[in-house]
């Protein structure tokens, strides 16, 4: 992952769960949710933290479709944010979100603009 994304403590607990057995399954990766909260007032990213449970400010989550492997260790998730949703929002935060809703990856970029006739696609690789 770059710089600005951080895998949480939740999911590599559950993940160094899993691989030695002491759990049998993880939730896959349900929802990418979008916020406003990765940059400072200048536009800079904010590092994410691996403790966080949640996203700064969340606006909202979008399910995600099947993934693509780019290569074989990297999964990559996509979604489509439609013209009428979040119109004169400032996107600066994404989060991998679990088919519970627990945050499982984060990534931080400046912030994108997005205008009431505009749709927006946003990808996020989750790399091992």
């Known amino acids: 992952m770059a710089e600005n994304s ?3 403590k939740f999911r590599r ?3 160094a769960k899993v691989t030695s057995g ?3 399954s993880i ?8 916020g406003d909260g990765g940059a400072t007032p200048e536009g800079t990213p904010i590092a994410p933290n691996e403790e966080q449970t949640t996203l700064v400010n969340e606006l909202k989550r979008y399910e995600v479709g099947a993934p693509e492997f780019p290569v074989s260790t990297t999964a990559r998730y996509t979604i489509t944010v439609p013209e009428a949703d979040l119109a ?3 996107i600066s935060e994404l989060g991998l ?3 519970q809703g627990k945050l499982c990856a ?4 400046s912030p994108k603009g997005k205008d009431a006739d505009e749709t927006f696609t946003f990808v996020f690789d989750d790399e091992f």
Request: contains cysteine; hydrophobic residues 50%.
């Open 27 to 34: 939730d896959k990766i349900a929802y990418i949710a979008l």
């Open 6 to 8: 951080i895998i949480t």
């Open 97 to 99: 979100l679990d088919a």
């Open 13 to 15: 607990e559950q993940l």
């Open 106 to 109: 984060v990534r931080n970029c």
């Open 88 to 90: 004169g929002q400032k």
């Open 22 to 24: 002491q759990i049998a």
